[in-house]
Structure formats: structure tokens, C-alpha cells
């Protein structure tokens, strides 16, 4: 019987022949933690008597949730973090390196093929480069941190198949936004998604990051795309040669198949309070926003960047609005340096935060006030997600995101088109 | 461990995501967990820890614990003394870390049929919850034993000490 990329991920992990359904003890690839989580997994290893880690180098911790440290209880959880790190000689990305999922991929602990857990939801993010990558607890990041081990049961695989040139300043994100509606919050629970398709196919990695960032928003155990030249390419340009990987068999059975056509895609928002409550542009626009934020693991990447710069050049950010900016890592920062993004941003009166989650962790940054409106990039819209339980946060692409921005509403990026 | 309660109902709806368990602000602001459980279900019931017993449930619908991967949302809920989570389905990692910390999660078709404030009793042995209030009884998706196992020891970091080893070493 044929194998979909995940049980045969977990088949060579597990060292064992198995199939959705099953429960396996995989060996782990790597494993990450960030500051968000780090005390409890750092207790966690204590009381579980943790002496070493069972191989340094396929560790990596990352301070980014809250970074700078903006409150004395994190200033000591930071402490913790840096102590255990050196101790036990793993891995460590200090304050201003970047998002824990952009470093993880940048450091090269990402393969095609690999099996990655970390204490992080959206962990699922590295499927995009044909790994097998979810989040788990703080508790088992310490367990696998002692054992290299974990559990797991071998998910079923809902294949997402993507058809169609996607429409000019139509994006990635309107893609997987699309597509979270229409599956729902709950609808790919325990699952793993397979997203393929000549426009996924088409996607540079970096949009197909933006799509397996949001597999967990439908409940997915991990979004995950085969691997093919785009890929190897992608690795090769940030200095790690691979040419491994898994691709799914024709006879792979899925749990079920779904097809979109996003030739005719609008532009998508995200509304209040759920990630699966989306709709079209037009049906949103003109609603005030008083923050835009663009960053995130979500889309917070060199791409992202310059399809905001596009819209923001020679244009300034409409007044009693604040944009602001994080790149998802240094050498995204520098990069748009090099480019000239960062010029064009501080232009326009964006506020430019040093890499990290910002405001997406909730914690610093820009939080909002009761009443306030964010339209954003990242991955959540829930409640109090931001700040206040009565502020509002829209999900949008960074082109929709920066056109709100100079407009002060949330605005169809396409206003926007520039000739030629 | 095999028979919870009597507990009163707690009952929530669908998709009760960890930020409406514990917002980021707070598991991001506060590490004392005392003072962590003070805000817990603020967002959705702002009175919910003080009125909270030791001994009660949680009951909801579909999706229960979605969104983020913080084990701060199952900790908050067993520092409160809930005795279980009872609901129509969860998110994995919800699951998986209430497990590992020692709270029961019970898979519940019927969970919608409890109403607030009833009183209940789960037997994990015999795989039903007994709703004592409207004097009826619902079955219960058992737990893989492999799972069971850790929850017999209060968690994954009472098993170690228990055993000295993890589950699968
Ligand atoms: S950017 Fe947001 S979603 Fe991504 S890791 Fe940071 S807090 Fe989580």
C-alpha cells in the first residue's frame, strides 16, 4: 500500500513500516524552545532529573517572544534561558537574532525528510520544506530534550491541491486564509495537510511558508509539502545542501481531497474573532484600523517585506495610524537593508522593531487599547490576542496590511497597482 | 484517578482557544502560576476562578484548547482544581499536554447535553460520565492505555519520578 510524505517521514524515524493510524516512538531530528515556554521546560527537565541533553547540536533555543525583555519576570526567565544554554552547550539565538521558526530553518536544522518537534504551535511552519514538523508541549520538549524520543500517532493526511495563476497582488496568504475558511478551525483535527497543486508547485518557498505556518489554524498536526529543485535551492542559498526527502506515493490514501481554483481569488481577510472567519476584501474594506502590523513567522520574510515596500514607496502612513514593522530575522532585517526596504519604511513613518515576534506575542510592542482596530500579518485573531479583550485584529497579506496602512482603512491592495 | 467528581459543570462552547484559557498577555507577564490561575477563562468569564471549586469540570463543545501550544492552559485549569475537561473534541496539543501534566481530557459526544451547573461523576474505567442532575449517563472515547498510563501518575514528570525513566526508555 502507498505511503503519503508523513508515514513515510514516520516510518523512517520510527524504524518501523507504519501507516496513519498507528502509535510510534520516533526518534527526533531537532527540537527547539523559546522563551514563551522556556521556564517550564527548563523546570520540567529539572524534575525530571535531566542531566545532559541527549545531542546539543540538534538543539536550538531562541529569545523572541519577548525581546527585549519588556518585564522583570521575563528579564529572569531570559537569565534561565541563557544559563541553561551555555551549560549544556546547545544551540542559542539571543534577543534580536529573529522569530524561533525562521531561525530554525535558517540555522539549518531543517531538512527535507526530518522529523521536528518543538514547544510551539506553529512548529508545523517547516513543512514547507518537506519536513515533518509539530508543536508540542513544554513538558515532552523536555522529554525529548533528555531522550530524543517521542511519541506519536502517525495522522491521517487531507490532501489541499491548489490549481490556478494566482491574480496580481494575490498572495500566498490570501491563499491559506482561503482556504482556513473554508476547511474551519476545527476541520483538519489530529490531521496532517498535504498541500500540492501547480500554484503551491509555482509558490517560492517562502510563500509556501506562509501556507504550512497556517495548517494549526484548521487544527492540522502539521501542513506539509513535498520537496522538489525550489526547495533544494531555497536551502542552498541560506548554506545547507540536501538533496533527501520524501514525496508521496500515487496509491497514498488520504483521508480526503480538497481543490481550490484560485485563479479568480480576491484578496482575503480574516475577521474578528476567529482565523476562520474569512471574506473577501470587498466585503471589509473601509473598516478604520488604527494599527498595522507586518511581520511574524507568518509573513515576516524578505518576500513580505518587499511586497509592502512596493505599496509604501513614496507614500506615507496615514495619520493616527502606527505601522509597525519587524523583520522575522537579522539577516531578513539585513537584507532589507541592503534593498533599501528599511529606507523606504522609516519614509513613510513605519516604526521598524527589531527582529522578533513583536506584536504577535501579545506581550510588547503594540498592544492595543479597548476599541482599537489591527490589521495584521500573523497567524491569530483571537480575543485579547493583542492586548485589550475589545480590541479587534483582521488577518491579512502584507499588501493588504501596508495599503491599510497609508489609507488608515482597510483597504484592497489592488487601489494600489503601480503601472508597469 | 478512575472515578472523578461529583463536580459541578462548568460549560463552555465551541473552539475555546488557549488565549480565552490563559491570555498571552498574562503567561507571557506572570510566571507565578498562583497568580497566573487567577486569570484564567478571564477573557470569556471574568469571575470564572473565583467561583470555581476544587472538584469541578470544565464542559464544551468542539475544538476544545485550539490555538496556541502554551501548557500553561491545561496547568492553570488543574491548579483551579478541575477535575477534568470534558468535551466534544480537542486540539492536539491541548491533548497532548494535558496528558502530560496530569489532567484528565475526556472525549464526549453528548458533552452538549450537560448544562451549567449540573452535577457530574466520570468513570474512566467504565467510560461513561454520570450526569447526577438529570439522573443520565453518557459514554466516553476511551483513552489509548499508553496514555492512561501517564495519566495514572499525575503526568509525565510524576511518571519519571515514579519510574526513573521515561514511557517509552
Ligand atoms: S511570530 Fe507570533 S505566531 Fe510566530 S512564533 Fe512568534 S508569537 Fe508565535
Redesign the pocket.
Known amino acids: 500500500m502507498g505511503k503519503t510524505v508523513s508515514e513515510k517521514i514516520l516510518s523512517r524515524a520510527s524504524g518501523k513500516d507504519v501507516y496513519a493510524g498507528d502509535i510510534v516512538v520516533a526518534e527526533i531530528d531537532a527540537v527547539m524552545m ?1 522563551d ?1 515556554m522556556a521556564k517550564l521546560v527548563i523546570d520540567a527537565f529539572n524534575e525530571m532529573n535531566g542531566r545532559r541533553v541527549w545531542d546539543p547540536s540538534r538543539v536550538l533555543i531562541v529569545i ?2 519577548v525581546a527585549p525583555s519588556a518585564y522583570e519576570a521575563f528579564s529572569k526567565v531570559h537569565k534561565l534561558m541563557r544559563e541553561f544554554a551555555f551549560k549544556h552547550n546547545v544551540k542559542f539565538r539571543e534577543v534580536g537574532s529573529g ?3 525562521q531561525l530554525m530553518i535558517e540555522s539549518g536544522l531543517v531538512s527535507p525528510g526530518s522529523l521536528i518537534v518543538a514547544s ?3 512548529t508545523c511552519t517547516y513543512g514547507a520544506l518537506g519536513a515533518f514538523s509539530t508543536g508540542i508541549g513544554s513538558t515532552e520538549t523536555a522529554a525529548v530534550l533528555i531522550s530524543g524520543k517521542l511519541w506519536f500517532k502517525v495522522p491521517e493526511t487531507i490532501r489541499v491541491i491548489v490549481d490556478g495563476k494566482l491574480p496580481l497582488m494575490v498572495y500566498p496568504k490570501d491563499v491559506i486564509l482561503n482556504i482556513v475558511g473554508r476547511v474551519g478551525a476545527d476541520g483538519a483535527t489530529y490531521k496532517a495537510i498535504e498541500f500540492t497543486g501547480s500554484t503551491v508547485k509555482s509558490m517560492d518557498v517562502e510563500g509556501r511558508l506562509t501556507l504550512t ?1 497556517m495548517a494549526v489554524e484548521m487544527g492540522a498536526k502539521t501542513g506539509i509539502i513535498e520537496p522538489d529543485e525550489k526547495t533544494y535551492a531555497f536551502l542552498g542559498s541560506i548554506g545547507h545542501k540536501a538533496d533527501s526527502g520524501f514525496r508521496s506515493d500515487e496509491d497514498a490514501e488520504y483521508s480526503e481531497t480538497l481543490k481550490f481554483d484560485v485563479s479568480d481569488l480576491e484578496p482575503q481577510v480574516a475577521c474578528p474573532h476567529r482565523v476562520d472567519n474569512v471574506k473577501p476584501i470587498s466585503e471589509v474594506e473601509g473598516k478604520e484600523v488604527d494599527q498595522v502590523f507586518i ?4 509573513n ?1 520574510r524578505i518576500y513580505d517585506l518587499r511586497v509592502a515596500a512596493e505599496i509604501l514607496k513614496g507614500r506615507h502612513v496615514k495619520r493616527g495610524v502606527r505601522a509597525i514593522i519587524v523583520p522575522a530575522s537579522r539577516r531578513v532585517y539585513r537584507q532589507a537593508l541592503m534593498e533599501g526596504l528599511i529606507q523606504i519604511f522609516i519614509d513613510s513613518g513605519c516604526a521598524v522593531c527589531n527582529p ?3 506584536p ?3 506581550a510588547h510592542q503594540g498592544i492595543l487599547a479597548p476599541g482599537e482596530v489591527c490589521i495584521s500579518t ?3 485573531n483571537f480575543k485579547a490576542r493583542m492586548g485589550s479583550p475589545e480590541a479587534e485584529i483582521y488577518l491579512a497579506s502584507p499588501a493588504t496590511a501596508a495599503a491599510s496602512a497609508v489609507t488608515g482603512e482597510i483597504t484592497d491592495p489592488r487601489r494600489f497597482m503601480r503601472e508597469g | 484517578m478512575e472515578m472523578l467528581g461529583p463536580g459541578r459543570a462548568w460549560k463552555f462552547g465551541d473552539d475555546i482557544n488557549t488565549d480565552y484559557i490563559i491570555a498571552g498577555k498574562y503567561k507571557l507577564s506572570i510566571t507565578d502560576i498562583n497568580e497566573l490561575s487567577k486569570h484564567a477563562m478571564e477573557t470569556i468569564m471574568p469571575d470564572f476562578s473565583r467561583r470555581v471549586r476544587k472538584g469541578d469540570f470544565i464542559v464544551a463543545g468542539r475544538n476544545f484548547g485550539c490555538g ?1 501550544s502554551r501548557e500553561q492552559a491545561p496547568l492553570v485549569l488543574k491548579h483551579l482544581g478541575i477535575s477534568a475537561v470534558i468535551a466534544r473534541s480537542f486540539a492536539r496539543i491541548f491533548y497532548r499536554n494535558a496528558i502530560n501534566i496530569g489532567l484528565p481530557v475526556i472525549e464526549c459526544a453528548e458533552s452538549d447535553r450537560i448544562m451549567q451547573g449540573d452535577v457530574l461523576e466520570v468513570d474512566m474505567e467504565g467510560g461513561y460520565v454520570k450526569n447526577l442532575s438529570r439522573k443520565e449517563a453518557y459514554k466516553i472515547r476511551p483513552l489509548p492505555p499508553e496514555l492512561r498510563e501517564i495519566l495514572r501518575n499525575g503526568g509525565l514528570v510524576n511518571y519519571v519520578k515514579a519510574h526513573g525513566r521515561l514511557p517509552w526508555q
Not at chain 1, 511581520?295 to 507568518?298: F, I, K, V, Y
Request: proline share 0%.
Open positions: 523559546h514563551g523572541d517572544h522569530i524561533c521558526h510551539d504551535s506553529h505556518n511581520g511574524s513567522c507568518t515576516g522578533g515576534c513583536g504577535c506575542a501579545g500573523s497567524n491569530r | 496556541s
